[in-house]
């Protein structure tokens, strides 16, 4: 290498583009990890927070909003957040295997981390309620995979016994550090609008993302980061609402399978957030849900899996009230690509099949 080519690297490399060094390093200060703990990462973290005008249109009231496409993680969803966390944790205790019991994407999530540190990954799953994408991740990252003749509230029950019995960590969101690791969403929200949205719109299923949140909203909040907390806006699918109507749902049912939970385990800390913040709860229809998804794709490019476009579903049907000026952010929690055949089957695209290979039939086709 040349002289001047040496000198050239050596003071034209802009520091932003120092790499990323995943979320643990990044916000090491603020997590419960010390110099023994080793880092398990993917280098999760740091999605982008993107303006929505299609919706801000659709709402009015010049209120900006955006989306934290939280589907962009590495294993294409909000999990891999938490799951550096209890899987770095685990490593540090001497941990050999780890359960968990999924709607799909927390068992793709837990099976990439736990493979990686060298561990076993034992998941459960409801039989025929995972959508395609999220079990062929579980499958090809080797999970040992246990797929149950009931729902995902039986999963969860079943997998805290089998914690209780023996030495496997259970990394549901009741593993206290999954959401320390989720928390960080927020720290980047903050880092980036340089202060709190005024309504943070979540879906909420075991309602761990949610009491995540509000934990990295305030943390930061006390450490002057941020001059404002957001309102904690939660969503459910209607056929899935245990939060919304305060009571436990036997059998629920909903498109948004990542959602499909009748009895959320993190209940009374999802209340709290909600009352601390002044926030809400509200549930959406499967319509609602399926149109807000279909919106994000077609108008914005941006695709999310059903449960995600709950949260942009619950601020379509909240828009009378949003105030004058605000700010907004709904938060994907996943990748579309988790659920072709919801993708599939809810569309509006021209799909012109069966077409012979001859460019004049084409172009009639395509109005040319
Ligand atoms: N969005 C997606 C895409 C999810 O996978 C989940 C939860 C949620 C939202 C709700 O988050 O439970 O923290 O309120 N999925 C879990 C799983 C239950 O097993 O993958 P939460």
Same mark, same amino acid.
């Given at each position: 290498?040349?002289?001047?080519?040496?000198?050239?690297?050596?003071?034209?490399?802009?520091?932003?583009?120092?790499?990323?060094?995943?979320?643990?390093?990044?916000?090491?200060?603020?997590?419960?990890?010390?110099?023994?703990?080793?880092?398990?990462?993917?280098?999760?973290?740091?999605?982008?927070?993107?303006?929505?005008?299609?919706?801000?249109?659709?709402?009015?009231?010049?209120?900006?909003?955006?989306?934290?496409?939280?589907?962009?993680?590495?294993?294409?969803?909000?999990?891999?957040?938490?799951?550096?966390?209890?899987?770095?944790?685990?490593?540090?205790?001497?941990?050999?295997?780890?359960?968990?019991?999924?709607?799909?994407?927390?068992?793709?999530?837990?099976?990439?981390?736990? #493979?990686?540190?060298?561990?076993?990954?034992?998941?459960?799953?409801?039989?025929?309620?995972?959508?395609?994408?999220?079990?062929?991740?579980?499958?090809?990252?080797?999970?040992?995979?246990?797929?149950?003749?009931?729902?995902?509230?039986?999963?969860?029950?079943?997998?805290?016994?089998?914690?209780?019995?023996?030495?496997?960590?259970?990394?549901?969101?009741?593993?206290?550090?999954?959401?320390?690791?989720?928390?960080?969403?927020?720290?980047?929200?903050?880092?980036?609008?340089?202060?709190?949205?005024?309504?943070?719109?979540?879906?909420?299923?075991?309602?761990?993302?949610?009491?995540?949140?509000?934990?990295?909203?305030?943390?930061?909040?006390?450490?002057?980061?941020?001059?404002?907390?957001?309102?904690?806006?939660?969503?459910?699918?209607?056929?899935?609402?245990?939060?919304?109507?305060? #009571?436990?749902?036997?059998?629920?049912?909903?498109?948004?399978?990542?959602?499909?939970?009748?009895?959320?385990?993190?209940?009374?800390?999802?209340?709290?957030?909600?009352?601390?913040?002044?926030?809400?709860?509200?549930?959406?229809?499967?319509?609602?849900?399926?149109?807000?998804?279909?919106?994000?794709?077609?108008?914005?490019?941006?695709?999310?899996?059903?449960?995600?476009?709950?949260?942009?579903?619950?601020?379509?049907?909240?828009?009378?009230?949003?105030?004058?000026?605000?700010?907004?952010?709904?938060?994907?929690?996943?990748?579309?690509?988790?659920?072709?055949?919801?993708?599939?089957?809810?569309?509006?695209?021209?799909?012109?099949?069966?077409?012979?290979?001859?460019?004049?039939?084409?172009?009639?086709?395509?109005?040319?």
């Amino acid at each position: 290498m040349s002289l001047t080519q040496k000198l050239r690297d050596k003071f034209m490399r802009s520091p932003e583009m120092e790499p990323w060094p995943g979320l643990i390093e990044k916000y090491r200060q603020w997590l419960p990890v010390s110099g023994k703990t080793p880092v398990i990462t993917l280098k999760e973290g740091c999605t982008p927070l993107i303006r929505v005008k299609s919706i801000e249109r659709r709402i009015k009231n010049h209120a900006k909003v955006y989306v934290k496409y939280d589907g962009l993680n590495p294993t294409g969803s909000f999990k891999d957040r938490g799951m550096t966390m209890a899987i770095s944790k685990a490593k540090e205790e001497g941990c050999e295997a780890v359960i968990c019991a999924s709607t799909g994407n927390t068992s793709a999530s837990a099976a990439a981390y736990a #493979k990686r540190a060298g561990m076993r990954a034992f998941v459960l799953i409801p039989d025929g309620y995972v959508a395609q994408g999220k079990l062929a991740q579980a499958l090809v990252y080797g999970a040992e995979i246990i797929a149950i003749r009931g729902n995902f509230d039986s999963a969860l029950d079943i997998v805290r016994e089998l914690n209780k019995k023996y030495p496997i960590t259970l990394v549901n969101s009741v593993n206290p550090f999954r959401l320390q690791g989720q928390k960080t969403a927020a720290f980047e929200i903050i880092d980036e609008l340089t202060d709190a949205p005024d309504w943070l719109c979540i879906p909420m299923g075991n309602a761990g993302n949610i009491s995540a949140y509000w934990l990295g909203f305030k943390e930061y909040n006390k450490a002057g980061k941020s001059k404002k907390l957001p309102r904690m806006m939660g969503f459910q699918a209607s056929g899935s609402a245990p939060l919304v109507y305060g #009571k436990k749902i036997e059998n629920p049912e909903t498109i948004a399978t990542a959602i499909r939970i009748g009895n959320p385990v993190n209940q009374s800390k999802a209340i709290n957030a909600k009352k601390e913040s002044k926030g809400g709860f509200l549930d959406v229809t499967d319509e609602e849900i399926i149109k807000a998804y279909n919106i994000l794709g077609c108008e914005e490019g941006i695709f999310c899996e059903p449960a995600s476009a709950a949260s942009v579903a619950g601020l379509l049907k909240r828009s009378n009230e949003v105030p004058q000026n605000s700010t907004i952010v709904c938060v994907l929690t996943g990748n579309g690509l988790k659920d072709p055949d919801c993708a599939i089957n809810n569309n509006s695209a021209k799909f012109y099949k069966d077409i012979p290979a001859e460019s004049k039939k084409i172009s009639e086709l395509i109005g040319y």
